[in-house]
């Protein structure tokens, strides 16, 4: 919603490219936007409303909607009454209303919030079925005004068949259980995810210890940090100054992969992650930024890279020339209101005198994308095109245990991994405050390996986890955007998001996917509960 109205000029010099962002800038952009209501489209201003009301408590000293006379706690079975209208609530509807909560504690700057939820989905592919589900809660506690801390964790579980055992859409990689399944299905597979922070917020910023997912990047599949991953612990600190930002965070996650045990446990070595960004609104048309990121490991952690601040490049040259340092540059510019522009380049390994060849250290990503905002119908709209390159060998190290740019094997940045090229259309309608539609369509391309290579020594560049030294030399001066075997996949997907109450969501989804000699229909409808 912000996103789409700073491209339509309602909001100058919005930054929304380190996510998750703050609660407070959030709802100063609310602010901002309320001021211009009379600018908005009728639909644009309901949902204005829609979201001050989830944001009441950054923005006025006003109690939770639940909370009676002088009451300080609020949970559905403290009586009867309530706990009718607590459940009539699952089944109602009520415009500008905060979100639900199922315990609430507000007092004196201090506040606990408590959520429970869940998802339940019908999953069809052709003939084949499953069933994925979650279970969900999260805790929110606000103490003294300074320190916010927050859990949350979604159990997640599918029954299925072996001809439908794709992992599905939730699964950001770990070491899933399997079980007998049920309902008439072979299998039950499940995982899970945490997410917690403890943060103290003050003028010089937000400093956090953390696990969360983290999305660094302007683009829609972004290259820097994507929600590609399992959560990861890390240290934090940012801190926003005018109108730029900047973020750090020194992070422990899992090499690409491990072949020691100790009774019968896999074990790892370290690995870190090190990253800090520099965002700035150079006008209010204009927008840049500058990321560096830095991977080890097989140590205790480097106090260098501890230092927020510090030019990571210049401090690996004297610490340990093995680590991996991966630079990022983005941009953003608005020609006109309903128009922006926008670019990530990615740099590993650049010969600028080989920059244009064909040669195989040339390990850099481009990206770029369009955003128009429109009206049809008096319906906000918008279209985003995005078109990605990634070169093969990109995010790979001659150390692939610490230095590769994954955790768990699975990529950090750009989900298709190296060795791709990937256009992206999205369409969206916002019909009214409760309906929502997207149509949109995807090309990728990638290079397999080739059959008759699959059996040699080599390593290849399609895999973010392998050691780019152990490259056939074939390729050496050989490689340009795409390699090997090329294929390419076609998708089409509708989404249609109903919100049938305050805590029910209906999503129904429905894609047909051409290419690689097959063609696939799949259907879903999901409900999903967060009370």
């Known amino acids: ?35 211009k209501r009379d600018l908005l489209s009728v639909i644009d201003s309901k949902i204005l409303d829609e979201y001050m009301a989830d944001y009441r408590l950054e923005r006025e000293e006003k109690p939770y909607f639940q909370l009676q006379n002088t009451e300080n706690t609020y949970h559905p079975f403290q009586s009867g009454q309530k706990f009718k209208r607590g459940f009539r609530d699952v089944f109602s509807y009520t415009a500008n209303q905060e979100d639900h909560h199922l315990a609430v504690y507000e007092k004196e700057g201090n506040l606990v919030w408590l959520d429970v939820g869940g998802m339940a989905r019908y999953e069809r592919q052709d003939a084949k079925t499953r069933l994925p589900y979650i279970y969900h809660y999260s805790l929110a506690a606000i ?46 597979m499940s995982f899970e995810y945490a997410h917690a922070y403890i ?64 009774n019968g446990l896999i074990t790892n070595e370290p690995k870190y992650l090190v990253g800090h960004r520099w965002e700035v609104a150079i006008t209010n048309k204009l927008q840049g930024a500058f990321t560096e990121m830095l991977l080890y490991g097989d140590r205790h952690p480097e106090f260098a890279y501890l ?29 006109f209101d309903g128009f922006k522009l926008y670019n990530t380049i990615m740099i590993d390994e650049l010969t600028t005198s080989k ?77 009214n405050i409760r309906n929502r539609f997207k149509i949109a369509y995807e090309r990728l391309k990638f290079g397999a390996e ?22 056939n030399p074939d390729y050496h001066d050989k490689t340009g955007w795409l390699i090997g075997d090329i294929k390419t996949a076609h998708t089409i997907s509708f989404l249609w998001e109903y919100q049938l109450s305050n805590i029910l969501e209906l999503v129904l989804h429905a894609s047909h996917k051409w290419g690689l000699s097959e063609y696939g229909n799949s259907y879903s409808i999901q409900m999903n509960i967060d009370y």
Do not use: C
């Open 199 to 262: 943060q103290y917020s003050s003028n010089i910023g937000n400093i956090a210890m953390k696990a969360e997912p983290l999305k660094w990047g302007n683009g829609r599949n972004s290259l820097i940090l994507s929600n590609n991953v399992p959560p990861y612990a890390m240290f934090s600190w940012d801190k926003q100054l005018g109108k730029s930002r900047f973020s750090f965070f020194h992070g422990s996650i899992l090499p690409a992969e491990s072949d020691k045990t100790i």
């Open 307 to 335: 230092i927020p601040t510090t030019l990571l490049w210049s401090v690996q040259h004297n610490v340990n020339n093995g680590d991996n340092i991966i630079w990022f540059i983005e941009s953003e510019y608005y020609p």
């Open 450 to 471: 080739p059959i008759e290579n699959k059996l040699d020594e080599y390593h290849f560049g399609n895999n973010s986890s392998k050691n780019y030294t152990l490259a």
């Open 143 to 188: 103490l003294a005004d300074n320190f916010t801390v927050f859990s949350e964790a979604d159990l997640f579980a599918m029954v299925y068949n072996s001809d439908f055992s794709e992992y599905p859409d939730e699964f950001r990689g770990g070491y899933p259980l399997y079980n007998n399944g049920f309902y008439g299905y072979e299998t039950e």
């Open 355 to 431: 920059m244009f060849d064909d040669y195989m250290h040339n390990k850099w990503i481009i990206q770029g994308g369009a955003n128009f905002v429109y009206n049809i119908n008096k319906w906000p709209s918008s279209i985003n095109i995005e078109l990605t390159a990634a070169r093969p060998w990109v995010y790979t190290n001659k150390s692939p245990e610490t230095g590769t740019y994954t955790h768990n094997a699975r990529v950090l940045g750009f989900y298709p991994r190296p060795n791709t090229k990937l256009i992206t259309i999205e369409n969206y309608w916002w019909i």
């Open 1 to 35: 919603y912000l996103d789409r109205l700073s491209t339509q000029g309602m909001l100058q010099a919005y930054m929304n490219a380190t996510l998750p962002l703050n609660r407070d800038y959030i709802a100063d952009m609310l602010t901002n936007l309320a001021t």
